[in-house]
T-cell receptor
Framework: DAGVTQSPTHLIKTRGQHVTLRCSPISGHKSVSWYQQVLGQGPQFIFQYYEKEERGRGNFPDRFSARQFPNYSSELNVNALLLGDSALYLC??????????????FGAGSRLTVL | AQSVAQPEDQVNVAEGNPLTVKCTYSVSGNPYLFWYVQYPNRGLQFLLKYITGDNLVKGSYGFEAEFNKSQTSFHLKKPSALVSDSALYFCAVSLLSGGYQKVTFGTGTKLQVIP
């Protein structure tokens, strides 16, 4: 069975550009979360979507947005890129409904470099 | 607010020796506690979690963790370290907050097992 898949795996952008990252959850998983992992730090929560609705948002500016599609895949969009947006962006899916006890299954991530 | 502290950036241990990776947390209410492991250029993988009940939790690859409510700690342990255990380990606290799963990760501890 396929795990959580993310694309692209690596990308390089320049300041001010826009980026779209994609995530396909494990089949049957209806919740997708996005995390930003800056080098040397733990992942920071960006968004959680469940059944195509935004359920939670972390402390990130409005330049960050996301959506979930009817097939439960998701996109993370970042506008007006800054150097500080350079990070590994991780997508995680969970099987059950929204619960504090859910195990997150992560994809391998999309590594974004902003020059 | 919830927070997680991993006081050691790196832990070195000889192969075959027991290992401990420390984690303390701060949260209101009764949290769910997790350990995840990250190998180079990979996403995070679930090791184990504490929900309720027995304070000693057993997980994947021979790892276990001890929950101590009075010390607000959740240290990761393994009786005999393997070279293949060398990786980055993250402790996380999870709560259902405002309708979404709020997960806060520590900054990570690099485990180096020396042959």
């Amino acid at each position: 069975d396929a795990g959580v898949t993310q694309s692209p795996t690596h990308l390089i952008k320049t300041r001010g550009q826009h980026v779209t990252l994609r995530c396909s959850p494990i089949s049957g998983h209806k919740s997708v979360s996005w995390y930003q992992q800056v080098l040397g730090q733990g992942p920071q929560f960006i968004f959680q979507y469940y059944e195509k609705e935004e359920r939670g948002r972390g402390n990130f500016p409005d330049r960050f947005s996301a959506r979930q599609f009817p097939n439960y895949s998701s996109e993370l969009n970042v506008n007006a890129l800054l150097l500080g947006d350079s990070a590994l962006y991780l997508c995680a899916s969970t099987l059950w409904g929204v619960s504090g006890a859910n195990v997150l299954t992560f994809g391998a991530g999309s590594r974004l470099t902003v020059l | 607010a919830q927070s997680v502290a991993q006081p050691e950036d790196q832990v070195n241990v000889a192969e075959g020796n027991p290992l401990t990776v420390k984690c303390t947390y701060s949260v209101s209410g009764n949290p769910y506690l997790f350990w995840y492991v990250q190998y180079p250029n990979r996403g995070l993988q679930f090791l184990l979690k504490y929900i309720t009940g027995d304070n000693l939790v057993k997980g994947s690859y021979g790892f276990e963790a001890e929950f101590n409510k009075s010390q607000t700690s959740f240290h990761l342990k393994k009786p005999s370290a393997l070279v293949s255990d060398s990786a980055l380990y993250f402790c996380a606290v999870s709560l259902l907050s405002g309708g979404y799963q709020k997960v806060t990760f520590g900054t990570g501890t690099k485990l180096q097992v020396i042959p």
